[in-house]
């Protein structure tokens, strides 16, 4: 059986193009995407109601278990880093269930090269509406009239947007997201030096022990923090207070996306460890294995999350 699925939000677009090859069918389709689509007013009840997050870095999704699971798998196939961050059951006594998904830099940019096949686009496009819609639509209403502009706009409307934000500001702020959802304390620190493509900022601790490399952290050490726009990993290098190397801890997680604040990513619990004069090390492979067991995310984000260790491994290894 077909499911039918109505769609509202700043994806809307994106979805539509994706799902209508795929044996789904939009229901209560909105004017614009009635247009976009010459689709007909289907008024008919839905299976899966698909809204927008009130972070608008994903979707709830509202339907019967079966549909539910069925739409997950078939969007963790075709867009590589989705991530179920939670599921619960709805109030009523329908057997309805909501799920919430989260769309990561890499769902994003997939989601914003469906959306260009279909009406002008912009890179970054969801990500951008999430950051400044009017900005975005100033912009997009200049692509329609002069697609020749198209790289000076993306161009043009990154530098405004994101990075200048984050060089005014002198001060970066990580947003480190689990696959919970839930975003632990964001990471600060004092801006070093950035690019459009790389931030490089600095940390100072007051007492504890290193993530991973299972060292105490001494009066004066702090950090350096190399932060990549489209990265599948950020670095961390650790220092005593006389500037010696203490280790280097690099996470895995989605492709890092900067915001004005900073950067935001999902951690894939994955990391690679080295102390000064050892080998690599590969941390928690076991809880990335349970998260895809477990369906939070598909076998091919497992496998990409795989794959970027080991890049990383024989990069380090002697």
Not at 145 to 158: A, D, S, T
Not at 219 to 227: H, R, S
Not at 305 to 314: G, N
């Amino acid at each position: 059986m077909t499911s039918r699925i109505k769609i509202r939000g700043i994806y809307s677009t994106a979805l539509t193009g994706l799902i209508l090859d795929s044996g789904y069918s939009v229901v209560e389709p909105s004017p614009r995407i009635r247009e976009r689509f010459a689709l007909d007013h289907l008024n008919q009840p839905y299976d899966i109601l698909a809204r927008d997050r009130d972070d608008f870095q994903g979707l709830e999704l509202s339907g019967q278990p079966e549909m539910i699971c069925q739409f997950l798998t078939f969007l963790q196939e075709h867009l590589l880093d989705v991530v179920l961050v939670e599921l619960d059951q709805d109030e009523s006594d329908d057997g309805t269930i909501n799920a919430r998904i989260e769309f990561p830099g890499a769902s994003k940019d997939a989601l914003d090269g469906i959306r260009l096949a279909v009406t002008p686009t912009l890179h970054r496009h969801h990500r951008l509406r999430i950051i400044d819609a009017k900005a975005l639509e100033k912009a997009e209403s200049r692509l329609h009239g002069h697609p020749e502009k198209k790289p000076h706009l993306e161009k043009e409307i990154f530098l405004q947007t994101i990075f200048l934000p984050i060089e005014k500001a002198g001060i970066v702020r990580v947003e480190h997201v689990r696959p919970s959802g839930k975003s632990m304390r964001p990471r600060e620190g004092v801006l070093v030096r950035a690019n459009p493509a790389e931030i490089v900022f600095r940390r100072s601790f007051l007492k504890g022990r290193y993530d991973g490399l299972d060292l105490p952290i001494q009066p004066g050490d702090y950090g350096l923090t190399t932060v990549q726009e489209g990265a599948w990993f950020i670095k961390h290098d650790y220092f005593s207070k006389d500037n010696r190397l203490i280790g280097e801890y690099y996470n895995i997680n989605t492709p890092v996306e900067f915001y004005p604040y900073g950067a935001r990513y999902l951690d894939l619990e994955v990391d690679v460890i080295r102390r000064p004069g050892e080998n690599p090390v590969l941390l928690d492979r076991e809880k990335l294995a349970l998260l895809s067991r477990r369906g939070f995310i598909g076998n091919a984000l497992e496998s990409k999350a795989i794959q970027v260790a080991d890049e990383i491994l024989k990069t380090l290894t002697p």
